[in-house]
């Protein structure tokens, strides 16, 4: 399913039914064989590491049978980055054998990802999964495991296979309420207050489900307006009003509420199966 312009870098905007890397930045198994007495080598546009040196296996890199391949310049031990864990992340993306399509160095700092809710690729999810905080490296991802067969817009082509340079710079530690929502706060501002009830919150939102169908099911900007609910005293969810409680104005987060706190039993419509935990990540506004 395409996502909309997320008011984050494009490559992050889509989950698609998922096949291999090709071309020019892809070490095959033919190349892994005839290198296997090769000693890491650094290039110009990042790198390319031998799978093996004199017989030894490279831990700095991984190979899956299904082509998506880590490649890492930084490899860290500890904190790995497991599934519904929330990120801040530096990175580059573009077409293998192209040019680079996205990155966050326009907004000029680390951007915000949840896993384990269909905000990216498969392939790119599956490889921060196996990183840790404080790696650095290369995911390169076959288009069975990014875009696909229809591509991205006129940013990728179809089949086409990607290459994700990309550090992990933190993991954020939520704060976990009494009835088990989280707040993953990933803007924070200093001074301020938490809202009261009947104070007016007003903020942007993206909703996702959590799980093996994690999917982007609504969001403020396709209304064309934020969204205003009165604290403590509003038809919405009540894991929203729970996690609302901890933001203040200017604060930006993702919020993990459990199915209870949701739409329970009953589910949404077609757009939240019954007993589904979902994600809110909301751009806090105003409250007044």
């Given at each position: ?29 033919d190349s892994i064989k005839a290198n ?183 969001n403020s900007y396709k209304h064309g ?64």
């Amino acid at each position: 399913m395409k996502k909309l312009m997320y008011l984050l870098p494009l490559s992050i905007l889509v989950s698609c039914e998922l096949q291999g890397v090709e071309g020019d930045d892809l070490i095959t198994n033919d190349s892994i064989k005839a290198n296997q007495n090769d000693i890491a080598v650094l290039d110009g546009n990042g790198f390319k590491l031998a799978d093996s040196i004199n017989g030894v296996p490279n831990e700095m890199v991984m190979m899956r049978p299904d082509g998506l391949r880590i490649e890492w310049t930084k490899k860290n031990t500890s904190n790995q980055i497991q599934l519904n864990d929330a990120v801040m992340v530096n990175f580059k993306a573009r077409v293998a054998g192209g040019e680079e399509y996205d990155s966050n160095d326009p907004i000029g700092e680390p951007i915000p990802l949840k896993t384990n809710i269909g905000m990216m690729v498969k392939g790119w999810e599956d490889g921060i999964l196996m990183m840790h905080v404080g790696d650095k490296g290369r995911i390169m991802i076959p288009n069975a495991l990014g875009y696909g067969d229809d591509g991205y817009l006129d940013k990728v082509p179809p089949q086409a296979d990607l290459i994700i340079d990309i550090e992990i710079v933190s993991k954020i530690e939520p704060i976990v309420l009494d009835e088990g929502v989280k707040v993953y706060k990933y803007k924070t501002v200093e001074g301020g207050a938490n809202p009261v009830k009947n104070q007016l919150i007003t903020f942007d939102y993206f909703a996702f489900t959590i799980g093996k169908d994690g999917h982007l099911y609504d969001n403020s900007y396709k209304h064309g307006e934020p969204f205003s609910f009165k604290f403590e005293n509003a038809g919405v969810v009540e894991g929203l009003h729970q996690g609302m409680s901890v933001i203040k104005a200017g604060e930006s987060a993702f919020i993990e509420i459990p199915t209870e706190l949701a739409y329970g039993k009953q589910g949404l419509i077609d757009l939240v199966p019954s007993k589904t935990d979902i994600v809110y990540d909301v751009r806090v506004i105003s409250v007044e």
